[in-house]
């Protein structure tokens, strides 16, 4: 499987940008899709997840909860994660990341920058 992550870039306080992240190979064979961040000096930490089952359950960090969506739109192979709400806290590197039954897979990363 190879990701593809796009969508970064430096947005004010308060402002919006969506993050997308194709998924290519084997991707059948993928459970969930998930993003990372990870802001310099911190661990990669867990923003929001969607498993590939009917109802594309997801799970959010409490840190993103009502500002974070996750989506997909398994026709085109691609994840989503609109950012509603930016804070400076949200600059990061934001990684995509897909999980099959034998294997974790990460995408290259883009960089999300917020001014204050």
């Known amino acids: 499987v190879q990701l593809q992550a796009s969508g970064g870039g430096l947005v004010q306080d308060g402002g919006s940008l969506r993050l997308s992240c194709v998924a290519s190979g084997d991707t059948i064979r993928i459970i969930y899709m998930a993003w990372y961040r990870q802001a310099p000096g911190n661990q990669r930490e867990l923003v929001a997840r969607?498993?590939?089952?009917?109802?594309?359950?997801?799970y959010y960090a409490d840190f993103v909860k009502g500002r974070f969506t996750i989506s997909r739109d398994n026709a085109k192979n691609t994840m989503y994660l609109q950012m509603n709400g930016l804070k400076p806290e949200d600059t990061a590197v934001y990684y995509c990341?897909?999980?099959?039954?034998?294997?974790?897979?990460w995408g290259q990363g883009t960089q999300v920058t917020v001014s204050s």
């Open positions: 969607i498993q590939d089952d009917a109802d594309g359950t997801t």
């Open positions: 990341n897909a999980r099959t039954r034998n294997y974790n897979y």
